[in-house]
């Protein structure tokens, strides 16, 4: 079994910080993409950050400059560390995670169970 557990989320003033993290357990030979997505209510689910093993990192235009994703490869664990938060980034953050398991050789896509960021005075 996989499993994904994200921390960090909660309330936070406008211009404030937050940071979240997913670590992943379980059955893990090898992990690739790691991102996070965020989900408002009434609206679809947006991709956030991504970051691959070697590091390499994209971002939504509305994050650029204020989030930073990171990852730490001995741990299975992703990071999204969030500045200067805006009501608009008010959602439920997920993270995702490509994982390939022992004597296997597919990367298949799993999912944690979310944690709601409130951005709000």
């Known amino acids: 079994q996989v499993k994904l557990v994200e921390s960090g989320g909660g309330l936070v003033q406008p211009g404030g910080s937050l940071r979240l993290s997913c670590q992943a357990s379980?059955?893990?030979?090898?992990?690739?993409?790691m991102s996070w997505y965020r989900q408002a209510p009434g609206k679809q689910r947006e991709l956030v950050a991504t970051i691959n093993r070697a590091g390499t990192t994209t971002y939504v235009d509305s994050v650029k400059g204020r989030f930073t994703i990171s990852r730490d490869n001995a741990k299975n664990t992703v990071y999204l560390q969030m500045d200067v938060l805006k009501p608009e980034d008010t959602a439920v953050y997920s993270c995702?995670?490509?994982?390939?398991?022992?004597?296997?050789?597919?990367?298949?896509?799993?999912w944690g169970q979310g944690t709601q960021v409130t951005v709000s005075s």
């Open positions: 995702n995670a490509d994982i390939q398991k022992p004597d296997t050789y597919s990367f298949i896509p799993y």
């Open positions: 379980g059955s893990i030979f090898r992990i690739n993409i």
